[in-house]
């Protein structure tokens, strides 16, 4: 087990490029104010454009991932582990996992490890419930699959406004150091608003960074709930 673990890290820090991973590496949220964007439901038709806007802007993020979409997409994952962004388990069919049998939400999250480890060489140590729905089962489920559970402190509702002006309000509204913003890369209004968000975030002082920088080394931890 202890050598599936550093093989795993040594292939996810391979397909990292050096010089991405050591920025954000150097980056202490201590002293800059850091945001991190999340996004769920993915990859999906408009993740590599998401992706494109994130590279020449220099900010990194957190994606939420669909195993029934990495079995689709397994490129864009490995290429959005290699531009430096951190990747989460969003289960493998995006159902209400309180409803849910044990067994089954067992194998929702080990599932849909699996399929990311295949498509990247790296196994996620987060994950985020669908619609937010978890209770303690969840989490028990969770830390049984060496996961953390990370939820956020805003959402814009992106799948509901599907308006690119008002996505954008809603990330500016919701924006607060080591604040955790929920979007959605699979709305293509919410990549649409993407570069008009990113800079004036930054013209506000914002770093945007990993859920794992924004925990400052403490974390994530299997089987605690963040955020």
């Not at 991405?20 to 945001?35: M, S, Y």
């Not at 531009?83 to 044990?102: E, K, Q, V």
């Not at 489920?141 to 309000?169: E, H, P, S």
Request: proline fraction near 6%; glycine fraction near 6%; aromatic fraction near 6%.
């Amino acid at each position: 087990m202890l050598i599936h673990g550093l093989l795993a890290t040594s292939l996810a820090l391979t397909a990292m490029p050096a010089a991405e991973a050591q920025a954000q590496a150097r980056v202490d949220c201590a002293k800059a104010k850091c945001l991190a964007l999340t996004f769920d439901d993915g990859p999906g038709e408009t993740t590599p454009k998401l992706l494109s806007v994130l590279r020449k802007a220099g900010a990194k993020a957190t994606f939420f991932l669909v195993g029934k979409q990495v079995e689709r997409r397994p490129q864009v994952v490995k290429k959005t582990l290699a531009d430096g962004h951190a990747i989460g388990n969003h289960t493998y069919s995006h159902p209400s996992l309180p409803t849910l049998f044990d067994h089954e939400i067992t194998t929702e999250l080990k599932v849909t490890q699996a399929l990311i480890e295949e498509a990247t060489g790296h196994t996620p140590t987060m994950f985020r419930p669908p619609y937010g729905h978890t209770d303690t089962k969840v989490l028990e489920a969770a830390d049984d699959a060496n996961l953390a559970q990370v939820l956020w402190t805003g959402t814009t509702l992106d799948w509901k406004l599907r308006d690119a002006r008002k996505i954008k309000a809603a990330v500016l509204r919701l924006a607060k150091r080591d604040g955790v913003i929920l979007m959605h890369d699979t709305v293509p209004q919410t990549v649409q608003a993407m570069p008009e968000i990113v800079k004036e975030l930054k013209k506000r002082g914002y770093t945007l960074v990993t859920v794992p920088t924004l925990l400052r080394g403490k974390g994530p931890r299997p089987g605690v709930s963040y955020f």
